[in-house]
Structures are given as C-alpha cells and as structure tokens.
C-alpha cells in the first residue's frame, strides 16, 4: 500500500511556532511519523483494485448459481414430466 508523505520538519516548525519547546516538538514529530508509518491505510486505488476482484469474483459467482438454478430445474422438470 502507499503511503502519504509526512512532512516532520514542516510538523516542528509549526509545533514550534505554537509555544511547544523544540524537544517536545521534535518527539512528538518522532512518535507521529512512527505512527504514520506503521498504519496500514487504505488508498483510493487500493479500494478500487479490491472492488474490482470483488466485481469479478461476485460475476463468477452469479454464472455458477445460474448453472446450479438450471440443474434443479431440469432435474424437477424431469420428474414431473
């Protein structure tokens, strides 16, 4: 999966420029990044590759319950006439 880029130095600064001391903003850069990359997000074309197999497998599915369906019919068909 991809994943977005995350910008720690841009994250700082902006931590910085609200009063948290540079340490703290440099651990709390650390942590999220951290964070960031160890969730495994879904991206839009990872949702899309996953409907798609699921379009076709669903497709697949409808084929083989149609057969089946026939078969019974032909099967009770037979036996009443």
Do not use: C, N, Y
């Amino acid at each position: 999966m991809a994943h977005a880029a995350f910008d720690t130095l841009e994250f700082v600064d902006e931590l910085e420029k609200s009063g948290i001391p540079e340490k703290q903003a440099r651990a709390l850069a650390a942590a999220v990044r951290k964070a960031h990359e160890s969730s495994d997000l879904a991206t839009k074309a990872d949702l899309r590759e996953l409907e798609l197999r699921l379009s076709g497998e669903m497709k697949l599915l409808k084929w083989i319950l149609g057969f089946i369906a026939a078969g019974v019919a032909s099967l009770v068909l037979k036996a009443f006439f």
